[in-house]
DNA sequence: TTGTATGCGTTATCAC
DNA sequence: GTGATAACGCATACAA
């Protein structure tokens, strides 16, 4: 038989109503009635009934996470952050994979409402889906975006990357590098274009000159991480000492480009990629890449829903990156 | 005003207890009447309310996943795969990372009786934690151990890495090949063994010599794999002419030196891998590998909890793997 | 084939 | 500061 709230009532000696106010720290309870409860009730092991406790407050202690990512250790990490929030809310995260074509079908709404989720998280790409904001907004259901492309205009979560790859670009550039080539990421990606205005940023506080042969476009795979490297590298009397590629799959491309042409990495050739993917560690040399804040933007978004305190402004809560240098950069020769 | 079972009943002139028939598909209804009811129903958008019918049932509509794997491919498939069967049984998936020492931990309990969730799938490593198992034992809560390395003893969902490595082989000796290398796991991995096994088992029944300088010992790591290359293709008079791996990194690891000794792969050299990770495609060339089953197994551990007919035997279920060929294998010159 | 009455375990209302 | 009692929305017995 399951210890249910009366249980530990009786054996307090007290009502079930003032039981219930202990449980939800309500206040207005004497201190030793409080302690008597609380006390019954690691005696009896009650566990509160989550279905019961919803019914009656209209609430269901659920928030779900929407995604269509095809990048799994991205969503693992947005997961575990919220999860992290959740738990200390008394709260559960349930997940709502769907493609982008769902999100943006007439079936959404029906499927949000009838989880009566207390919240919604979004992330990219479906950060940016209007369809699906708008049914959100019909429903009256709270939503936090992560990294959404258009910013201000809804609650976000996100990071800096036009930031990021500035940074990345004058580390390197301390390190003694001029020279500096660059693979621009996919052009249908939002990303693409921050990341390559932080780099032109950065070489341009440096009094760098911008040499449009060493930028070349990519498009995030593996693949164009090669492409791009043979061109750059084609010429050994003049060649950069450094690469930073958009991420770090291209990233990897160059360096077994390097690595075929015996070109050292880093001694002869510095590469640094973006994302800190799986690939960054599982290569050799490990690379020098930018680490997004990932987790903490799912535990942020949690934070969000779950802190009834914040109003529902759209605020937009930028979070810090990572530079992690690894063993794929240095000095130049 | 949400539009509750009542509403329904009313607007279809028949009681709460006749739609509840209807929506649960129970036997027992006219045609007419259901029809009548399913108009109703759609006509005032109804949404059974979860938490009220969890409370009426004393079942909570929702299953865990317990989880602590460094793998985040894996884990995000074995989600798909089981949220996939719970949509069709009107459940959801709830998310429980936590490492093993949580696991094998006091709070356990607590925190799954507090959940009340209907059943449990345990994904490795935690397939193996006794101390777990015994607990989901006491609480009496049904579960499903997702590729645990003793079988027999608990409802399982598995793959068989023994006959996936004999069919790698076979079709590696089917294309000519005669001369194979072999790079073993992670000696503490049970899947390492399993895979030696089924490499050593092919080539027996081919007729073919086990040599033992064709096996290398490595550790899953990328690194390894180099380590291993650089042993088995030193000598360029006498080589291998396919490499196979006992999991992707390490198989990458092999492309990467064959690339830097000038060896091409597939022409001069046919590696492959195990696991179908990211890095397989990533590369270039392509790998072939070996792809688990995992979204499958995820499905049918959520299969096995919520297909009520199915009983609690310890029944075991090995779901077929893939041999999946692409651009790193083919005939030897 | 259909309906009525009751209870699930908690929170909310309002009285004391 | 505390307690009785009524919801919450559905399923379950048991009738009819």
Redesign the pocket.
């Known amino acids: 038989m ?8 009786k054996q307090a ?9 202990v ?2 720290s ?5 201190k ?3 302690e008597r409860v609380l006390e019954a009730a690691a005696e009896l092991q ?4 989550l ?3 919803g ?5 269901s202690y659920l928030i779900a996470l929407l995604y269509d990512n095809p990048n799994p250790n991205y969503i693992i990490q947005i997961q575990r952050g919220a999860i992290e929030a959740c738990r200390r809310h008394g709260y559960h995260l349930l997940l709502e994979p769907m493609t982008r074509e769902q999100a943006s079908g007439p079936d959404v709404g029906s499927l949000l409402s009838r989880l009566g989720v207390d919240g919604v998280i979004l992330t990219p790409p479906l950060s940016d889906s209007i369809p699906l904001r708008r049914e959100m907004e019909a429903l009256g259901l709270r939503y936090v975006a992560i990294a959404p492309g258009d910013v201000g205009t809804v609650p976000t979560v996100r990071m800096d990357d036009v930031k990021a790859a500035t940074e990345m670009v004058t580390y390197l550039i301390e390190q003694g590098h001029r020279d500096i080539g660059f693979i621009i990421g996919h052009p249908d990606h939002i990303a693409s274009s921050k990341r390559q205005d932080g780099f032109e940023a950065a070489m341009r506080t440096a009094g760098l000159t911008l040499d449009e042969s060493r930028i070349i476009q990519g498009d995030f795979k593996f693949r164009s991480g090669v492409k791009a490297a043979e061109t750059l590298l084609k010429d050994s009397a003049n060649r950069p000492t450094a690469i930073f590629a958009s991420n770090d799959d291209m990233a990897a491309g160059v360096v077994s480009v390097a690595g075929r042409l015996g070109i050292d990495v880093p001694s002869e050739l510095s590469v640094c990629g973006f994302d800190n993917t799986a690939i960054a560690q599982i290569i050799w040399p490990k690379l020098t890449t930018v680490a997004q804040p990932i987790l903490q933007m799912g535990r942020k978004a949690a934070e969000v829903l779950l802190d009834r305190s914040q109003n529902d402004d759209p605020v937009v809560h930028t979070l810090d990156f990572e530079i992690l240098v690894r063993e794929s950069t240095g000095k130049p020769k």
């Open positions: 399951k210890t249910t709230i009366t249980d530990v009532a000696g007290v009502s079930m109503k003032t039981v219930s106010r449980l939800n309500e206040p207005n309870v004497a030793a009635t409080r009650y566990r509160p009934n279905a019961a406790r019914l009656a407050s209209s609430r």
